[in-house]
């Protein structure tokens, strides 16, 4: 290539890019990795806060439950549950487990995990003649969306030793 002709087209290129019409910053603008990030760690915090809630209220229905206060129990509810199950309708079912195991002895610690975008709880209950899980859904309101009782998974089975 001629010399000349390599000048002028390295002088033309920058007047070129200059001439093009520009995009407006908020078109090519690329959002930084670390606001995702932040998202991610403020999401985290706010679902972090609704478990720590609803194991809050999981705990004060348990203590209801086991004091006999299926209303007050009840109250925490919300619509479709209150609808599905009265607070007569709950005492009628704590009292059916209650024949069938016997007395609450004592709860396991809660352990709370997200599901679908709602916090859960599950409470082991170790009754007098069987260990049983109280799972409990609360919804985005802070009230109880699901409750129900099953029993505890058993532990892994220790593996056999071999024979020798």
């Known amino acids: 290539m001629h010399p000349n002709l390599i000048a002028v ?23 930084h990795p670390s606001s995702g990030a932040q998202a991610n760690a403020i999401a985290g915090q706010a679902d972090a806060a609704r478990m720590e809630a609803c194991e809050q209220l999981s705990h004060a229905f348990l203590d209801d439950l086991a004091n006999g206060d299926f209303h007050a129990a009840s109250t925490s509810f919300d619509d479709r549950m209150k609808g599905a199950l009265s607070g007569d309708k709950l005492g009628k079912v704590w009292r059916s487990l209650a024949s069938h195991f016997g007395k609450l002895e004592s709860r396991g610690e809660p352990q709370a995990v997200m599901y679908q975008g709602l916090p859960v709880v599950g409470t082991a209950l170790q009754f007098e003649r069987g260990d049983l899980v109280a799972q409990l859904a609360c919804d985005h309101d802070g009230k109880i969306a699901g409750f129900y009782v099953r029993p505890l998974p058993a532990a ?4 056999a030793s071999s024979a020798r």
Do not use: G
């Not at 087209?9 to 407006?24: C, D, F, M, T």
């Open 9 to 31: 087209a390295l002088i033309a290129a920058p007047a070129l890019a200059l001439a093009a019409p520009q995009q407006p910053p908020a078109e090519r603008a690329r959002t």
């Open 156 to 159: 892994s089975a220790a593996p």
